[in-house]
């Protein structure tokens, strides 16, 4: 019985098997179409991930196949494509400078783990309600440090011992900046032209994709005929790309490992849930549809738990992929799944060609990756309000340039926690009422709409609590209380608008209970709900007091005050 209450607590829905019910040739057609494009358009993406993330150009693809299909089979988007993305570079690169590949392997499943429990407890909707100002903070952080990793290939410079803080890695440049290869330094060049100007010939084939094929060829036959080899390559720097996907590897786990890499995984499983989540939200707003969040994050953890088991990186929904597929048709899983096989075959049969890929042009892919995710026209406008999502945002930007993500993300959630709380304490009031209450609209359904206020006998305060009553609320109420001077007869606690109440609140209800009572004040409690009813119950709170004093209505209330009232004296 137990385990069926469990199972059926879990909101686990793929979006694979609701739309297989339905599935048609036509739908088949599209989402062929849609795959295959995506698919073709993932690969260089996929392999300028893996480089820039430290890891190999394997890795990347390893995990656009293995955590594509993952996602696509068990994802709750009906678009969503999964793979490696551009935020998580540098995240991966610190993780693998520090601690290794098999590092960054635990760290990346720990992170599935998370993210699966995430899913399983309903986290999804709570991840979506991280202020957006944070997110911007954190993708336009993320965006600058991306492009400031990409300077010395864009450049063609070799400098020894690049620092890895922002500022001292910049000023590596500006030492080195003598050393640039002019014809490296045009290929990046040729390659952001052709991305730019590519648009307005044709929409459907990406740009990244047409220059990564036209300056791949020219650079080839360069280096074939005209002898020209200075312009460095993915085989120069990674050999041979193996054309397989390895066997599954273990890990060694114990608590010092874990201890050690539990904070790069959080981040990993933060960053990924956002992005994810994000991304379909997204595509829901093109497509009209209404994407599970939690059957999301389940896929997304189950995803990241195997990927690194290949030898694959950090998985998470991918808006540029998601948005190519959409635009090109796809409109069920299918299209995610068509696009790993994709790579799958590319993997196995062209994978030697990418050896010729030139690095310059990787680079440059990724510096137009970098201003995409910037979101710079978003800050701009949102730095002219004067408030204080202003400061959160350019306080998450410069902590995740300046030191790291996973600084930036701990505090970009404390920051999300306490802005949350801080504007739920403003909007709930803490209101006394000593004479004539007056009725709402709720008042007139418990009664006639005859009477439009109740009269409160003298004696008989009406303290209403409108908001959740949690700990900020309930220090409020501490204070009201202090500073009333009378002690009526009777305290009638109103809490017709109070959603929910917490150990802090219960505690500071049962001392208000305690101490009117010791001053001979009666309590009375009016329009209780039945889960903050039930928390009362569990928290002892209805022992302190008699059932009658708990009222359904304030008219109930209302009417027993008066009447104790009126009966002393």
Aim: proline share 4%; net charge neutral.
């Amino acid at each position: 019985m137990k385990l069926n209450t469990i199972l059926n607590s879990i909101d686990f829905k793929p979006s694979l098997f609701k739309t297989l019910k339905n599935y048609n040739k036509k739908k088949f057609t599209s989402d062929l179409m849609a795959g295959i494009i995506v698919g073709v358009v993932a690969m260089p993406l996929a392999i300028a991930f893996g480089i820039a993330s430290g890891a190999t150009p394997e890795a990347g693809l390893i995990t656009a196949i293995i955590g594509g299909l993952i996602v696509s089979f068990f994802g709750g988007s009906s678009v969503q494509i999964g793979g490696p993305t551009g935020a998580f570079i540098i995240i991966v690169a610190g993780i693998i400078s520090q601690y290794g590949i098999e590092g960054l392997a635990i760290a990346t499943l720990l992170a599935g783990v998370m993210l699966l429990v995430m899913g399983l407890c309903r986290f999804g909707t709570i991840i979506k309600f991280i202020p957006y100002p944070i997110v911007i903070g954190f993708t336009g952080g993320i965006a600058i440090t991306i492009f400031s990793t990409q300077i010395e290939d864009f450049f063609g410079m070799h400098i020894e011992n690049l620092p890895a803080d922002f500022f001292s890695k910049w000023g590596a440049y500006f030492t080195n900046i003598g050393s640039t290869n002019i014809a490296a330094l045009l290929v990046g060049i040729a390659t952001l032209l052709i991305i730019i100007f590519s648009p307005k010939i044709t929409k459907r084939i990406p740009g990244s994709l047409i220059a990564i094929v036209l300056v791949t060829v020219v650079v080839y036959l360069l280096r074939t005929f005209a002898g020209i080899d200075n312009i460095e390559t993915i085989g120069d720097r990674f050999g041979t790309i193996q054309a397989n996907i390895k066997a599954p590897e273990g890990f060694e786990l114990n608590w010092e490992v874990i201890n050690n890499l539990i904070s790069p995984a959080f981040t990993i499983a933060m960053l990924g849930a956002i992005e994810s989540l994000l991304s379909a939200t997204v595509a829901d707003g093109v497509i009209s549809e209404r994407h599970n969040s939690n059957t999301e994050l389940i896929a997304q953890g189950a995803a990241n738990i195997v990927s690194p088991l290949f030898g694959g990186i950090p998985v998470t929904g991918a808006i540029a992929r998601t948005m190519t597929n959409i635009n090109n048709g796809g409109r069920t899983p299918i299209a995610g799944i068509i696009h790993a096989v994709v790579l799958l075959l590319i993997l196995l049969f062209l994978a030697p060609l990418a050896i010729h890929i030139p690095m310059s042009c990787l680079a440059a892919i990724l510096i137009v990756v970098a201003y995409n995710m910037s979101g710079w026209r978003t800050i701009r406008s949102l730095s002219k309000l004067r408030n204080t999502d202003v400061i959160v945002l350019w306080l998450t930007l410069l902590l995740t340039v300046m030191f790291n993500l996973n600084i930036a993300i701990e505090i970009g959630l404390l920051l999300a926690v306490i802005l949350f709380l801080k504007r739920v304490t403003e909007n709930t009031r803490v209101s006394v009422i000593r004479k004539d209450l007056n009725l709402d609209d709720d008042d007139h359904n418990l009664s006639t709409l005859e009477e439009e206020h109740l009269k409160l006998e003298k004696g008989v305060e009406v303290y209403e609590i409108d908001g959740p009553f949690f700990f900020g609320v309930a220090n409020k109420f501490d204070e009201q209380m202090r500073i009333l001077a009378e002690k009526p007869l009777v305290r009638i606690l109103r809490m017709r608008k109070v959603p929910f109440i917490d150990s802090t609140g219960l505690h500071n209800l049962e001392i208000f209970i305690t101490s009117a009572h010791k001053d001979g004040i009666k309590i009375i409690l009016s329009g209780v709900h039945e889960s903050v009813h039930n928390t009362l119950v569990k928290g002892g709170i209805t022992n302190l007091m008699a059932p009658e004093n708990i009222c359904d209505n304030i008219r109930d209330a209302v009417a027993k005050a008066n009447d104790f009232v009126l009966s002393k004296r």
